[in-house]
C-alpha cells in the first residue's frame, strides 16, 4: 500500500515561487502514477497535474499550464510540484495523489493521498 505525505506549502506574496514536494512509502509506488489536486475553501477538489509512472509524460490544468511543473524521482519515491509565478487563485489546500490510471483528473481514480499541504498567496 502506498502511503504519502506532502511538504513545503506556506505563505507567500503573488509572484513568488514554491516548491511542494510528496515523499511516498511502499514498494509498489515506482508502479503508480502520480497527481497533485487542490481544494481552496468552498470549493471542489480540483485537478492540478499529473506525471506517468516512469516520469516521461505529464499533463497539467489550464489554469497552471506554464507556471507549474510536476516531476518525480522514482529513486528516491518522491515527487515535486514546482509553482511558478503564483496567484492568489492559487490557494488552496494542495494533495499529492497516487493512480495505477493513465492520465486520469477524476479525484476518484486516485487510490492513494497525502494529508494535504496548505499554500495561501497573498496579493
Known amino acids: 500500500q502506498v502511503q504519502l505525505v506532502e511538504s513545503g506549502g506556506g505563505l507567500v506574496q503573488a509572484g513568488d515561487s514554491m516548491r511542494l514536494s510528496c515523499a511516498a512509502s511502499?514498494?509498489?509506488?515506482?508502479?503508480?502514477?502520480m497527481g497533485w489536486f487542490r481544494q481552496a475553501p468552498g470549493k471542489d477538489r480540483e485537478f492540478v497535474a499529473y506525471?506517468?509512472?516512469?516520469?516521461?509524460?505529464?499533463y497539467y490544468a489550464d489554469s497552471v499550464k506554464g507556471r507549474f511543473t510536476i516531476s518525480r524521482d522514482r529513486g528516491k519515491n518522491t515527487g515535486t510540484l514546482q509553482m511558478n509565478s503564483l496567484k492568489p487563485e492559487d490557494t488552496a489546500l494542495y494533495y499529492c495523489?497516487?493512480?495505477?490510471?493513465?492520465?486520469?483528473?477524476?479525484?476518484?481514480?486516485?487510490?492513494?493521498w497525502g494529508q494535504g499541504t496548505q499554500v495561501t498567496v497573498s496579493s
Open positions: 495523489a497516487a493512480t495505477l490510471y493513465a492520465f486520469v483528473t477524476d479525484a476518484g481514480r486516485y487510490s492513494a
Open positions: 506525471i506517468t509512472w516512469e516520469g516521461g509524460s505529464t
Open positions: 511502499g514498494r509498489t509506488f515506482g508502479a503508480y502514477a
